[in-house]
């Protein structure tokens, strides 16, 4: 959809009627396994994050100009954030190969 530069309407309506019915599968299967999953154990614990989660995951359902994920975001803020790593670990010649000396 997003390399088709669709329109907020024609999002709305692909994804109710797409992803619509997915997420709503995917919604009883967590209610059930919710309701069989010891909530101390990893399985639990991540069904209750995804069940806390759930108003957040589908609200792009509601919503056309919505992403559903944030790509765009993230890729024009990669080169600041490599370029931050580079000058925390500049490489210098010879430096990793010196040896610290101790004096007494």
């Given at each position: 959809m997003r390399e088709?530069?669709?329109?907020p309407e024609t999002?709305?309506?692909v994804r109710q009627t797409r992803a619509g019915p997915i997420l709503q599968q995917f919604w009883e299967w967590l209610d059930e396994t919710l309701a069989t999953a010891p909530p101390k154990s990893a399985l639990g614990m991540a069904l209750h994050y995804l069940a806390?989660?759930?108003?957040r995951l589908i609200r792009y359902l509601?919503?056309?100009?919505?992403e559903i994920d944030n790509n765009r975001v993230e890729n024009a803020s990669r080169p600041f954030v490599i370029g931050?790593?580079?000058?925390?670990f500049p490489i210098r010649c010879g430096v990793s190969?010196?040896?610290p000396t101790f004096t007494a």
């Open positions: 088709s530069h669709a329109k999002r709305f309506r806390d989660q759930w108003s509601d919503d056309g100009p919505l931050r790593i580079g000058w925390l190969r010196r040896r």
